[in-house]
């Protein structure tokens, strides 16, 4: 995230369905998703209700009564890592997942319908990024941006922005924005002008242990005293809070060890 990008949201409610393309979810599978729940609950003021079942037991988080996230249960025998993904929106999602795989993606899971709410695909990208691919019915997706407690950004930490960023281009449609400068590896992607989320080609300091994979931003009223109460409800601290552009942020993990980053956007 970059000075030029800012909030990919605007304050208020988000009735209508998404562009091609647009960020519209944001979903965690856990070990333990009542530890998961009472987590995110402290923290952003969450509360849950059922959500489609197809891929085992999912709850979706409101705020004030809006949904703006999932929460879901891995099987006991899978081993994958926890880590928050986006889903981006599509009107067909059998055509997306197949220019996924024609594009050296892969597909993880589905297409498949996901009760009345909508159909779905998750995939990951040539580098191993794993995303989803939202075709709505009834679950248009987040239903409320810019304020604390709601997704603000994603971004997708990599090797490299070159290739991977061709690859989002063409599934969805994207328009690439590089940065200018010429130390920083760092791809806006836009739709209709607007940005939507970014590339960071980090080279050899991407984690070992993680490789390429999207970061969700959440918007907060103080990132000093929401990194307080992440730590006292068992987060961890990935970074120092830093002060930038668009707003001070912090890079962070919950007690299963999902990453996100706390943002108390500049206004």
């Known amino acids: 995230m970059t000075d030029a990008r800012g909030s990919a949201g605007r304050d208020g409610e988000t009735n209508a369905r998404h562009t091609p393309g647009t960020p519209c979810w944001v979903s965690l599978m856990v070990h333990g998703p009542a530890a998961t729940h009472d987590f995110y609950g402290a923290l952003f003021g969450w509360e849950f209700q059922p959500g489609p079942q197809q891929l085992g037991p999912y709850a979706r988080a409101l705020l004030d009564g809006h949904e703006v996230a999932g929460i879901g249960q891995l099987p006991p025998d899978r081993q994958l890592p926890i880590a928050w ?7 067909d999602v059998n055509r997306t997942s197949e220019t996924v795989r024609l594009c050296g993606g892969t597909l993880g899971v589905g297409p498949l319908d996901a009760g009345e709410a909508g159909r779905l695909a998750i995939g990951s990208d040539p580098s191993g990024a794993v995303f989803g691919v939202w075709q709505a019915a009834a679950h248009l997706g987040t239903a409320v941006t810019g304020v604390p407690g709601t997704p603000a950004w994603n971004e997708l930490m990599t090797y490299e922005t070159a290739g991977v960023a061709k690859f989002y281009e063409t599934v969805f449609g994207f328009e690439l924005e590089p940065d200018v400068s010429a130390d920083v590896d760092y791809v806006t992607l836009r739709l209709d002008g607007r940005p939507v ?24 009223a103080d990132a000093d005293e929401s990194l307080e109460r992440l730590v006292a409800l068992g987060g961890h601290v990935l970074g120092p809070v830093q002060d930038m552009s668009y707003g001070r942020v912090a890079t962070v993990a919950d007690p299963e060890g999902a990453r996100f980053a706390l943002l108390h956007s500049a206004r």
Not at 85 to 91: I, K, Q, R, V
Not at 197 to 218: C, K, M, Q, S
């Open 85 to 91: 993904t986006p889903y981006f929106a599509s009107d």
């Open 197 to 220: 989320a970014g590339i960071h080609g980090v080279g050899n300091t991407l984690p070992r242990d993680r490789g390429p994979h999207w970061v969700t931003y959440f918007e907060v």
